[in-house]
Nanobody, 123 residues
């Protein structure tokens, strides 16, 4: 089994910064892409940023220039540095990871999700 544990959420004033972390643990052979999504009340979950195993990244237009995604492959951890936060960034943030693992002699891939961490930005 694989678990993703997020940390770093909280309450911050507009213009402030937060750094989210998400560590994967368990039966992991390797991890392909990792990402952050968010879901605000009454809205669908949306992509915030993703980072491939090659370290190439993509961002939602709403966070470009303000958020930075990075990863530490040795620690199976993905980070999201959030600067210049706005009230509209308020949401539950979820990380995910496309994990490769052995099942018997077969190498499989599955997407796992964290439990979510609340980010609240006050105006």
């Amino acid at each position: 089994q694989v678990q993703l544990v997020e940390s770093g959420g909280g309450l911050v004033q507009a213009g402030g910064s937060l750094r989210l972390s998400c560590a994967a643990s368990g039966s992991i052979f390797s991890i392909n892409a990792m990402g952050w999504y968010r879901q605000a009340p009454g809205k669908q979950r949306e992509l915030v940023a993703r980072i491939a195993s090659s370290a190439s990244t993509n961002y939602a237009d709403s966070v470009k220039g303000r958020f930075t995604i990075s990863r530490d492959n040795a620690k199976n951890t993905v980070y999201l540095q959030m600067n210049s936060l706005r009230p509209e960034d308020t949401a539950v943030y979820y990380c995910n990871a496309d994990v490769r693992y052995y099942s018997g002699s077969y190498l499989n891939t599955n997407r796992y999700w964290g439990q979510g961490t609340q980010v609240t930005v006050s105006s």
